[in-house]
């Protein structure tokens, strides 16, 4: 046993650091103010965990989010306080409601300052709360018991960000304290589900059309693996929502697209008896009512309160253990699916959401031309897979979501439950600093991208081989489409024509402003070579737009 007079005693900023490396971080994102910050960044730097300055607040988060995301572990943001806090707050959200486990740690005031302070003074414990899943001061004397304590909770499902307010005195204060092991989450913890496996399996054996829609629980490499398993095994068409893209391939032949809660899926799911979700967050679906009144089997990691649906039987713990016992106990797996009626739903599903233009540069172009140019680069250079890609929120992620294919989990990064704008950019960033070898195209919207126009200058600094393509139609052209479906002139939703090429350029890296396919060809061939960040700005024609939502969503 170890003797407490024995262990060197560490700084709180010292211990938190530990912590992080113990969580493989390698990385931590953010603003820094003068208190708590620049000793945690010194502590973390002993350890060989790199400082990333990023441009704003809540860039940083969705970096440290996005790294969470590909790594399965924790993401880490600093800022500093008041302002730096307010500015964290939407990814924060972004945080807790597309599901990444991140700590954010910023500056905080002490006792006697907020009995008198006013200056940037806020209460960021009660701001930050309706968007972390814990908070604390690491003010006692069980510091990393509090940590890891914070870690698990983040990483528990749902995951989400916690907050550690610190103060500079805190982050310098010694401590002498045991060694206390990492705690990580148990998601395999044996749940009761003998009766609900047998309704389960007789709700199987019972339907002849059933269908399966895959949602994020299930991008684990375990839930992968298992969930791959079943879909060989049953023969059902397969729906994945955005996050569970590539959990299945889009090129297996059960594959049918995307589902949402809207329009496009219905022509496969109308035609169910029985609709098993595996892994779905009822965060995934927009915001219409469930339209479907047949059985539903909820097989995820935890039962959700505030769900679309009540599910008829409800599997939940693990997702890979669940589908192994429920694979076990089914001999035989009936089902009236055909495979070629299978390829005539995604067909069906693909000419749907089709948005084209007839003159000038379509959305569907812009995909379909950069997953060309990709497959090429792929090809030459013997590549085994396709770039990385992060979407912006707005009206070009419905082209770039069906029509650029994913074969493995985390191929996409979007965000989905917040569905925040500014997000593709310092996404694509922390997917790059994490998969240096992978080239990563962030696909965005021009109001997008002014949102976090900075970021630029982050990932030139990065030096991480990124592509960033702008939809350049001058406007927010999703609420411009609502804005005019609803009989209302178009006020308000458009600006005079950025040019971001030149932008980009300025900051040091390479920019490209197209306006024909020819150009945009040669630029994205450019830009794939070139293996460092670049923009190409593309003038496109917005008219397919309406159509396609229509065809989404109803």
Known sequence: MIEQSAIEPKTVAEMLAQAFFDNNVTHIYGVPGGGSSLPLIEAAAQLGIKFVLTRTECGAMIMASA?????????????????????????????????????????????????????QFID???????????????????????????????????????????????????????????VIPDDHSAIDNSDAFSNAQELIMKASQPVIVVGLEARTSENKEMTRQLIDRSGYPVLTTYKAKGVISDHHPQYVGIFTGGTAESACVSQSDLIILIGVDPVEF???????????????????????????????????????????????????????????????????????????????????????????????????????????????????????????????????????????????????????????????GDGGLLMCLGELSTAVEQAVPIIVIVFNDQSLSLIDIKQQDSGLPSRGMRWETPNFSQVMEGLGGQGYKVNNLKQYRQALDEALEAGKPALIDVLFNPEGYGPQLKALRG
């Not at 990814?91 to 302070?117: C, M, W």
């Open 67 to 119: 790294t969470a995301e590909l790594t399965g572990s924790i993401g880490v943001a600093l800022t500093t306080k008041g302002p730096g806090v307010a500015s964290a707050a939407n990814g924060a959200a972004y945080a807790l409601l597309d599901r990444a486990p991140v700590v954010l740690v910023t500056d905080g005031f002490t006792e006697q300052q907020s009995g008198f302070i006013t200056h």
């Open 124 to 182: 960021q414990k009660a701001l930050l709360a309706p968007v972390t899943k814990g908070h604390s001061r690491l003010e006692d004397n069980r510091v990393m018991s509090e940590i890891n304590r914070l870690i698990s909770l983040a990483m528990t499902a749902p995951c989400g960000p916690v907050h550690i307010e610190l103060t500079g005195a805190t982050a310098k204060k010694e401590v002498v304290e045991l060694p206390t092991q990492v």
């Open 286 to 444: 927009v915001l219409q009512k469930w339209r479907y009144q047949v059985p539903i089997i909820d097989i995820s990691v935890v039962e959700y309160p505030v769900h679309y649906i009540k599910p008829d039987v409800g599997l939940y713990g693990p997702i890979s253990i669940n589908l192994s016992d429920l694979m076990g106990n089914i001999e035989g797996w009936r089902s009236n699916w055909k495979l070629p009626a299978i390829e005539m739903l995604r067909d069906d599903m693909h000419h749907a959401l089709e948005c084209q233009a007839d003159q000038g540069i379509g959305p569907q172009d812009i995909v379909q031309v950069a997953l060309e140019s990709a497959l090429m680069m792929q090809a030459l250079h013997q590549q085994t897979r396709l770039p990385l890609i992060t979407v912006d929120a707005g009206a070009h992620m419905f082209s770039v979501m069906a029509f650029w294919p994913c074969d493995q989990p985390l191929d996409v990064l979007i965000s989905n439950g917040l569905a925040t704008m500014a997000y593709a950019l310092p996404a694509a960033i922390a997917a790059a600093v994490k998969t240096p070898d992978r080239m990563v195209i962030a696909f965005t």
